[in-house]
């Protein structure tokens, strides 16, 4: 099978996302039409991570995150002439759109081109990401049109589903997936004396860095605590507490290390898809504070393995809780392996997607989560 992937972001979760699915169908055919986000990581850097040698990339040139209606109308045409010249040759079977700006104009080319078999995972519903009811408004329209050009939605989670289906857009789901760590391989150096609170990935305002900080803020004047952000971004700026390290952008290893020498991982964001750093997280063994929100509920046990928070106050409380009652952390971090390796095993998960593709499987089961 030729599987045609339309990746704007070409970087961070979605180009993870995409590697693990090119991984996971090895004796398929992977053609990869990318943008590029440099100040994330450079093309050349993400091409590197792939191993699949059937994968093959074409550049999208004019593909950006930021919506232009010049530029937004010249990557439009520009996927067109890539994917009709795709098809005119037999190399096109399904095609995958990956994230919002792709979804929407990998559809639009889709339905002018005839081409049936498309599906589109959002890894973050868009329509939640606005800064005000005007603007999700305008978001949520647009996907309810998108939704009626054609092409089957794949959300990353069951809570993203149900946002989606709340919306009035058929769709079902596949959970995101993760390789399980041998964690004994696992580079021990990056464990703190410190009681260490460690987030991961892009510091931008889905990730709520405000919150971040607010909660680091409070622990100021106590030395005993420290936290990580590994990552870098456009809002780095609003991380000023003075126990706060952010590292930067750093290799895969380097991540883990840190993860895995941290006593809790911390998640403040807005919304998720389904957030590859929390699953890192877990298959290091580690108890997860997540905020409450789509794509965190997912992960988090019944307190098990960890626990959602709604205000910074619970956020600071439970934090306090874990640092004084630290043996209780190693069992939490058994449950959130545990819990990675039943339900957030990319083998697993992510072989589904060739029956998707191949139209050999049904619509998917849905729980019901409640949340605002």
Not at 4 to 23: D, I, M, N, Q, R
Not at 162 to 178: C, E, K, S, V
Request: hydrophobic fraction near 40%.
């Amino acid at each position: 099978m030729i599987i045609v992937h339309v990746v704007e972001p070409f970087a961070a979760g979605v180009g993870v996302f995409v590697k693990y699915l090119t991984e996971t169908m090895p004796e398929d055919r992977h053609l990869i039409i990318h943008g590029e986000r440099k100040e994330v990581m450079p093309v050349e850097e993400v091409k590197k991570t792939f191993s699949n040698p059937n994968v093959k990339f074409i550049r999208w040139r004019s593909a950006q995150r930021s919506i232009n209606i010049y530029k937004d109308f010249l990557a439009l045409g520009e996927l067109y002439t890539i994917l009709r010249r795709l098809k005119s040759k037999g190399l096109l079977e399904s095609v995958h759109l990956h994230s919002s700006k792709s979804g929407l104009l990998g559809r639009i080319v889709c339905k002018m081109l005839g081409i049936k078999n498309v599906f589109y995972t959002p890894n973050g519903a868009p329509f939640l990401s606005g800064k005000n009811y005007f603007s999700r408004f305008i978001y949520r329209q647009v996907e309810k049109w998108a939704s009626l050009l054609g092409g089957t939605v794949v959300c990353c989670s069951s809570s993203e589903l149900n946002a989606y289906r709340q919306l009035g857009i058929d769709a079902t789901y596949i959970n995101n997936g993760i390789k399980l760590e041998n964690r004994t391989k696992i580079d021990k150096a990056g464990k703190s004396e410190k009681f260490r609170i460690i987030t991961t990935g892009r510091i931008i305002a889905q990730k709520n860095p405000f919150l971040f900080n607010s909660i680091a803020t409070y622990f100021n004047e106590f030395d005993q605590f420290e936290f990580i952000w590994a990552g870098d971004g456009e809002d780095r700026k609003i991380l000023t507490a003075k126990n706060i390290i952010v590292t930067g952008w750093l290799n895969q290893a380097e991540t883990k290390r840190l993860v895995s020498g941290s006593n809790i991982y911390l998640s403040t964001a807005l919304y998720e898809g389904l957030s590859f750093g929390v699953l890192e997280a877990l298959t290091l063994n580690k108890p997860v504070l997540l905020s409450y929100c789509v794509g965190n509920m997912d992960v988090v046990k019944n307190g098990i393995n960890g626990d959602l928070f709604k205000t910074q106050t619970e956020a600071i409380l439970k934090i306090i809780q874990y640092h004084n009652n630290r043996d209780m952390l190693s069992v939490m971090g058994e449950f959130s392996k545990s819990i990675c390796e039943t339900e957030f095993n990319v083998e697993d998960n992510f072989s589904v997607y060739r029956q998707l593709y191949a139209n050999t499987v049904d619509i998917l089961p849905v729980k019901k989560w409640a949340f605002a």
